[in-house]
């Protein structure tokens, strides 16, 4: 049974929920929503009365808790209620051995079967060479899903729109599934699409979705198809325009 999100039009692109023991990246420029999804897929396991571990490296927790309760995610009652553990980590005090140290025996002793890590960026701020952070994660999600846990990596990447856009680390050929997050302008707006890039799992849709952030969550959308050039981040109308 594929893990679920929640947000039945996201199951969908995934072709139907994102499989346990299978690693997942999310991608996007600054503020596109990767923590907010990983977050949903997070309450999403609380919410089944399954355990889950969240390891953030960028923000202050408090911040976190304060930004996203707004946004219909009381993380701290879940933390209260056991099911959920998060760890604030700063990169300049752990090496990348004692972090994925660290995740193994968090995720272990909770039982954790949705894991966070949030973001990659973090973690490679605290790696001396690149090349060793690659290593460090293939070792550590391969323990992760061996221990049948899904877990989620973000990664933010440069640049806004089109092509010039680019992640400082590439990790996506690591990842069992690539959701890429995106902005797009249109109609004198900054919006967002979601799509899937890869799922090595199984099958899954090859649309483009628009979502929106909004006080109570995200919220996705039916395949956008009036628009050519969604990806590129300067789309034109090709048919009707649709409102989400
Ligand atoms: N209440 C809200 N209403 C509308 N939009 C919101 C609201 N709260 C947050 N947002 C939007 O959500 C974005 C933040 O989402 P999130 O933290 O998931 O992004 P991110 O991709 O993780 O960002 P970063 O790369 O900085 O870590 C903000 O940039 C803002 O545009
Ligand atoms: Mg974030």
């Given at each position: 049974?594929?893990?679920?999100s929640g947000i039945s039009e996201v199951d969908t692109l995934l072709?139907?929920?994102?499989?346990?023991?299978?690693?997942?990246?999310?991608?996007?420029?600054?503020?596109?929503g990767?923590?907010?999804f990983?977050?949903q897929?997070?309450?999403?396991?609380?919410?089944?009365?399954?355990?889950?571990?969240?390891?953030?490296?960028?923000?202050?927790?408090?911040?976190?808790?304060?930004?996203?309760?707004?946004?219909?995610?009381?993380?701290?009652?879940?933390?209260?209620?056991?099911?959920?553990?998060?760890?604030?980590?700063?990169?300049?005090?752990?090496?990348?051995?004692?972090?994925?140290?660290?995740?193994?025996?968090?995720?272990?002793?909770?039982?954790?079967?949705?894991?966070?890590?949030?973001?990659?960026?973090?973690?490679?701020?605290?790696?001396?060479?690149?090349?060793?952070?690659?290593?460090?994660?293939?070792?550590?999600?391969?323990?992760?899903?061996?221990?049948?846990?899904?877990?989620?990596?973000?990664?933010?990447?440069?640049?806004?729109?089109?092509?010039?856009?680019?992640?400082?680390?590439?990790?996506?050929?690591?990842?069992?599934?690539?959701?890429?997050?995106?902005?797009?302008?249109?109609?004198?707006?900054?919006?967002r699409a979601i799509s899937?890039?890869?799922?090595?799992?199984?099958?899954?849709?090859?649309t483009i979705r628009e979502y929106s952030i909004?006080?109570?969550g995200l919220r996705v959308g039916e395949p956008l198809?009036?628009?050519?050039?969604?990806?590129?981040?300067?789309?034109?109308?090709?048919?009707?325009?649709?409102?989400l």
């Amino acid at each position: 049974m594929p893990l679920t999100s929640g947000i039945s039009e996201v199951d969908t692109l995934l072709g139907g929920g994102i499989h346990t023991g299978s690693s997942t990246l999310i991608l996007g420029p600054a503020g596109t929503g990767k923590s907010l999804f990983s977050i949903q897929y997070v309450c999403a396991a609380v919410a089944r009365g399954e355990r889950a571990a969240m390891f953030i490296f960028d923000e202050e927790l408090g911040l976190l808790l304060d930004r996203t309760r707004v946004m219909g995610f009381d993380l701290e009652a879940k933390r209260g209620s056991g099911q959920l553990v998060i760890e604030q980590i700063d990169a300049a005090e752990l090496s990348p051995g004692e972090f994925a140290h660290k995740v193994r025996s968090v995720v272990d002793d909770l039982q954790a079967k949705t894991v966070v890590i949030d973001s990659l960026n973090g973690y490679q701020a605290a790696m001396p060479e690149g090349g060793a952070l690659i290593l460090h994660i293939h070792e550590l999600l391969q323990y992760l899903n061996r221990q049948g846990a899904a877990t989620f990596v973000t990664v933010a990447q440069h640049g806004l729109l089109g092509d010039n856009i680019r992640a400082p680390v590439d990790v996506t050929y690591l990842a069992d599934t690539v959701i890429l997050l995106r902005y797009f302008e249109a109609m004198g707006q900054m919006r967002r699409a979601i799509s899937v890039m890869k799922k090595r799992t199984g099958p899954h849709e090859d649309t483009i979705r628009e979502y929106s952030i909004r006080n109570g969550g995200l919220r996705v959308g039916e395949p956008l198809r009036e628009f050519q050039g969604v990806l590129r981040g300067i789309p034109t109308l090709v048919g009707e325009k649709t409102a989400l």
